[in-house]
């Protein structure tokens, strides 16, 4: 099973750069056979633009993920806080081993009746795309 992340282009290119090792969220995957993550970037790319493998997911307080994060995470501390504005709980998804695809897959063409995902949603297959 693999799982498709909607993620701001910024925080896409953070992945792939190397600066962001851990990716943030409020919910989690129920699913513990998760293989993949997929990254749909969207706002103005629309595509699904690279993958990672999932290392450690830490739990915590908002607080507790920020100290513990913080350096690694590609996000400033004031967007960071704004997302999690009213939370009690906040996840943070190591990321091993990403890939950019060479060229991005536009999900409506791949996936039968697409819709991007608020947070994330379960795929029952790989996306296949050209690794850089």
């Not at 009746?113 to 949603?121: E, G, H, I, L, R």
């Amino acid at each position: 099973m693999n799982v498709l992340l909607s993620i701001e282009p910024k925080y896409a290119e953070a992945v792939f750069s190397g600066i962001k090792k851990y990716e943030f969220r409020r919910t989690i995957f129920k699913r513990k056979d998760i293989d993949r993550v997929y990254l749909y970037s969207n706002s103005t790319v629309k595509k699904i633009v690279g993958s990672f493998e999932i290392g450690i997911i830490l739990e915590g307080t908002p607080q507790e993920i920020w100290r513990k994060c913080h350096k690694y995470g590609g996000i400033s501390e004031e967007d960071f806080f704004k997302y999690f504005g009213g939370a009690r709980k906040a996840f943070a998804i190591e990321i091993k081993n990403a890939q950019r695809f060479y060229e991005p897959i536009d999900p409506y063409s791949t996936i039968v009746k697409f819709t991007p995902p608020q947070s994330f949603y379960y795929l029952a297959f790989d996306i296949k795309g050209r690794v850089i």
